[in-house]
């Protein structure tokens, strides 16, 4: 079976990826921000003792055993966060299975960040997935929990369920049609986050978004996911309708679209930043019919491998950035002609 992240799934013409997570801790063991690393180290055996007993295929790798291509390319697939990945090497760790679609951050914010990732838009799916996995490392670790608030977190915002839920969204007709700023402000009045593709203080790269909730404390995890997917269906209705309208002005749509696939199919070199705008409207003209000579898993396939530390994954060189801009652009011919 092949990783979650070259699937296509539900809504994908919009729903880029689908991703749920709880925030746990420990009971008596300081939070992550005031533990000391040998305490971090204790954490990471408990964790790793739980994680032998439960199943699903995980596998501890401590991130000091990790290269730095292989840490910044699970960053890229949004498998664990930037912080985590430059600031963690000597305490953290992760607990992954080979899809990778399920991974536990360890001593990351919380002792544990349990996620669950997903091609397109599958939040109840996940949600019961994480709450199985969840409840058999409960019945191993006692966690951090008062009668009052719930779960507790190092963050105030988590308190609660901890639960976060996300979706990545692609909304290139939306900022085409100069409705973006729009949508973002309603999204932003239903009490959810819209941020950049990597979360809190990341800018929107390729007209992509990340669509979470604000509130953990006083709702159930069910009403969570409820709340996105109600916000997201809206989302994708409105990205759908100014598609529609984009489309009533066919070769202006066209012209847009083919320059973009003319480019990364001709060029002799291109950057990480050139190749993720280009691809949101080669995106957008392959969702809409327009570009044949594509569809959804090539397109996914271009943007995993052309993204910095995955191409050099993908070509087996460890490469400079002007190395990379070269062989950027015959990957992208490769995956086309294959």
Not at 144 to 156: H, M, Q, R
Not at 206 to 230: A, F, H
Not at 305 to 324: C, D, I, M
């Amino acid at each position: 079976m092949s990783n979650w992240y070259l699937q296509s799934g539900n809504e994908s013409d919009v729903v880029l990826s689908t991703r749920v997570r709880f925030a746990r801790n420990i009971d008596e063991i300081p939070f992550v921000n005031i533990c000391t690393s040998e305490e971090q180290k204790k954490v990471i055996k408990i964790v790793k003792d739980a994680i032998e007993k439960i199943g699903y295929g995980l596998k501890i790798i401590e991130l000091k055993n990790i290269d730095e291509i292989t840490r910044l390319s699970l960053v890229e697939k949004h498998i664990i966060s930037p912080e985590f990945a430059y600031k963690k090497i000597e305490t953290g760790a992760i607990a992954i299975n080979d899809e990778e679609n399920i991974c536990i951050m360890i001593n990351e914010e919380d002792h544990l960040r349990i996620q669950i990732l997903s091609a397109g838009l599958e939040l109840e799916n996940l949600l019961n997935l994480l709450t199985e996995i969840d409840k058999k490392i409960e019945e191993i670790i006692n966690y951090a929990f008062n009668e009052k608030y719930g779960y507790l977190t190092s963050c105030p915002t988590n308190v609660g369920t901890g639960l976060r839920a996300s979706v990545m969204v692609h909304l290139p007709a939306l900022t085409k049609t100069g409705n973006i700023r729009k949508i973002l402000d309603v999204v932003n009045g239903f009490n959810m986050n819209i941020r950049g593709v990597y979360g809190e203080g990341t800018e929107a790269k390729g007209d992509t978004y990340q669509i979470s909730n604000k509130q953990s404390l006083g709702i159930t995890e069910e009403e969570i996911i409820k709340n996105l997917k109600v916000i997201t269906d809206k989302v994708i209705e409105q990205e759908r309708l100014a598609r529609k309208i984009l489309g009533k002005n066919i070769i202006d749509l066209e012209d847009k679209v083919y320059r973009a696939f003319g480019i990364i199919t001709n060029c002799k070199k291109i950057s990480s930043s050139e190749c993720e705008n280009l691809l949101s409207d080669v995106k957008l003209g392959t969702d809409m019919g327009i570009i044949k000579e594509l569809d959804d898993l090539m397109v996914k396939k271009i943007d995993m491998y052309t993204k910095p530390a995955n191409l050099q994954k993908y070509t087996g060189e460890v490469l400079n950035a002007y190395e990379r801009d070269i062989k950027r652009a015959e990957v992208i011919k490769s995956i086309i002609n294959k």
